[in-house]
């Protein structure tokens, strides 16, 4: 009897020295992680280290992967907080531009009208016609950053409906005939007979094509080219835009739909854009539940695709 109580004193002992050194051991991990933690948290840099440690425990291996994985979300979300504090301030520094030059020209104008009285009725007439052009053009581009704003904010969802797309392709192109025509460019249209539906918006598809074709026919001047061809597939429908321009490097394709990006030599006046038609182009497709494709070889030809889902076509009774 007396061996068997110091077996289990031993064995009981044996038990007690494990788990204390499995505790002591579990502290010094917890201590290690709670200063590791609190390091990193006290950096400004965004530090992307991980806690790394040996354990033999499964329950704290898990825990150390579920705060690595915590602490990756935490350095994304900085890391995508900051980009969008730089594109915020690149915005308004784009905006102040954008807004500044349209505005110095209309106080320009307003003050030769306000101090040379002697100006000819011919003279104040174009005087005031400038001015109004300007005026509008910052009105276009103030409505523009509301539009944008409210897409971005998802205050307000398009109304999606049947349409029938061959006949809007056809509109928008025709909308642009006598300009095209009076600048001398080769139009180039391949639009099938038969009626294509998507489930869209009018509204949106419309202002889609409008915001590409005026793009085609601004960069692309030098090419006098432009095209559209809607192509279908089994699943969607492809609506491109072509023109034979100056082109996009390839360093600007994943650019081009930023907010406010332009290409360097854009802001002469030659070049006058806004910067903000294509990103508008790509939350309206994106709301239409589609996509904006944009392929180019300056100097050759530059395409910007619309992809919809396509609907089939109704059953006839």
Avoid at 27 to 41: F, H, N, P, Q
Avoid at 94 to 104: A, E, Q
Avoid at 250 to 259: A, C, G, I, P, W
Avoid at 292 to 309: D, R, Y
Wanted: hydrophobic share 40%; glycine share 6%; aromatic share 6%.
């Amino acid at each position: 009897m007396t061996w068997l109580w110091i077996g289990l004193s031993v064995v009981l002992l044996f038990l007690y020295v494990r788990e204390r050194l499995r505790y002591r051991r579990l502290s010094r991990s917890v201590t290690y992680m709670t200063g590791k933690l609190d390091e990193i948290a006290e950096r400004e840099d965004g530090s992307g280290e991980r806690l790394r440690l040996m354990a033999a425990d499964k329950e704290l291996r898990e825990l150390l992967r579920a705060i690595n994985e915590l602490q990756e979300r935490a350095r994304r979300s900085q890391s995508d907080y900051r980009k969008t504090e730089l594109a915020m301030r690149k915005m308004l520094a784009n905006v102040s531009h954008d807004l500044k030059t349209p505005l110095t020209v209309v106080i320009g104008y307003a003050e030769m009208l306000h101090q040379q009285e002697n100006l000819t009725d011919e003279e104040r007439s174009r005087l005031l016609g400038k001015v109004y052009e300007k005026t509008l053009e910052v009105l276009t581009l103030i409505e523009q950053f509301f539009d944008l704003a409210k897409l971005e904010a998802e205050d307000s969802k398009l109304e999606l409906k049947r349409l029938e797309v061959s006949e809007l392709c056809r509109r928008s192109i025709l909308a642009y005939y006598e300009l095209l025509a009076s600048r001398g460019f080769t139009v180039d249209v391949g639009i099938p007979d038969e009626s294509v539906h998507v489930y869209g918006n009018e509204e949106a598809l419309l202002r889609i094509l409008d915001n590409l074709i005026s793009n085609a026919i601004r960069y692309g001047s030098d090419g006098g080219y432009i095209g559209l061809f809607l192509r279908l597939e089994q699943e969607e429908v492809r609506i491109e835009v072509t023109d034979r321009g100056r082109g996009i490097q390839e360093s600007d394709l994943d650019r081009v739909f930023e907010r406010l990006y332009t290409l360097d030599d854009s802001r002469n006046r030659n070049f006058q854009g806004s910067g903000l038609g294509l990103t508008i182009t790509k939350r309206l497709a994106q709301q239409m539940k589609g996509s904006v494709e944009l392929a180019s070889q300056p100097g050759v030809q530059t395409t910007f695709t619309v992809v919809i889902p396509r609907m089939k076509p109704l059953l006839k009774k």
